[in-house]
C-alpha cells in the first residue's frame, strides 16, 4: 500500500518517540525514496533532533528531575 506524503511525516515524527515496525519503516524507505519533500522533512527532523540533544548535553541533567 501505497504511502502519503501526510502519513509519511507522521511516520517520521512517530519515530522520534518510539521504534517503527519494521513495515512502517519500510513503507517510509519506499516513500524517501521517490519524495524529495519528505526527504527534506526527514533531514529537518534529524537536525532539529541533533540540535535538541546538543543543547541537553550543553545544559547539563534537567533540574526538574
Known sequence: MKLTCKEASHLLSQGEDRR????ER???RLHLGIC???T???RQVQ???KA???LR???GP???S
Open 62 to 64: 534537567d533540574p526538574r
Open 57 to 59: 548535553e550543553r545544559s
Open 47 to 49: 537536525t532539529l533532533r
Open 36 to 38: 524529495d519533500a519528505c
Open 20 to 23: 517503527l515496525a519494521l513495515g
Open 26 to 28: 519500510i513503507r517510509l
Open 52 to 54: 535538541l540533544q546538543a
Open 40 to 42: 527534506n522533512f526527514s
